[in-house]
């Protein structure tokens, strides 16, 4: 694991912008593995930026993103199908026939999530971005998910509910399950490079960083993984400062 400690948010979204902009301009046809939140919103304006300014195309790039609430009608503006569209697709110049996100409406979602499966095998991401959720889960892999896991249906857990009702009106609101690229789909990725900010998810930080691989606390496999980056700011570091 390669570990950054940047002044700022802000540095961190110039920065991993700058590398996904440089992969879309020497690999045209890369895949990109996109991650929803709060954390990319920063990197995602970057992007829409330096394709208004510079024209960046898209036009060869494929996306496929980590996760989707089951059962929110599409046209619902937390569904991360509207989330990438707003934030994102509808201001690069991608095809959308070449933006992936899993099926949360599908009558079948075993039959969904194998369908994923199938398509991330043709579509390995050159570049996953991840953020990690302060219970320490990835994609929405909550703890105790197996690492050998592929696309599945998961329970939200109420900490991950809690966490995310900043974006409903309440958190009756938000849904109790999710569809995920598993972990062992993440770890197949060429690159990952994971995101922290912020004293919240600092915990989380310092066990997937200095703690033992354990499904307990599901980051902690990129302990594993060959090509790792992680951008924390101080806050979500702190705890590894401290210890220094
Ligand atoms: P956040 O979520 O970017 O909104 O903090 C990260 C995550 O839950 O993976």
């Given at each position: 694991m390669n570990i950054h400690i940047l002044r700022s948010k802000h540095e961190i979204d110039r920065v991993v912008s700058n590398e996904l902009i440089q992969l879309?301009?020497?690999n045209p046809a890369c895949v990109l593995g996109l991650a929803t939140g709060s954390t990319p919103l920063g990197i995602y304006g970057l992007l829409v930026k330096d394709h208004q300014?510079?024209?960046t195309s898209y036009q060869s790039v494929t996306?496929?993103?980590l996760d989707e609430y089951i059962?929110?009608?599409i046209t619902h503006p937390e569904t991360y199908h509207q989330f990438m569209h707003r934030n994102l697709f509808n201001h690069i110049d991608i095809k959308s026939s070449n933006?992936?996100?899993p099926n949360g409406l599908s009558q079948d979602m075993i039959q969904a999530c194998l369908d994923y499966d199938q398509l991330l095998s043709k579509y390995v991401p050159d570049i996953q971005l991840l953020g990690i959720g302060a219970n320490g889960h990835i994609g929405f892999n909550e703890p105790n998910t197996p690492f050998d896991s592929t696309t599945h249906i998961i329970n939200l857990t109420q900490?991950?509910?809690e966490d995310n009702a900043r974006f409903f009106n309440n958190i009756d609101e938000v849904p109790t399950q999710a569809i995920t690229m598993g972990i062992q789909n993440i770890m197949d990725a060429k690159k990952i490079i994971l995101i922290a900010t912020g004293a919240s998810k600092a915990k989380a930080v310092h066990d997937m960083i200095s703690g033992d691989v354990t499904p307990s606390l599901p980051a902690s496999i990129l302990q594993k993984h060959p090509n790792v980056d992680i951008y924390l700011d101080k806050d979500?570091?702190?705890?590894?400062l401290e210890k220094k």
């Open positions: 879309v301009k020497t300014n510079n024209h996306t496929v993103n059962g929110l009608e933006t992936h996100i900490k991950t509910r979500a570091a702190k705890l590894l």
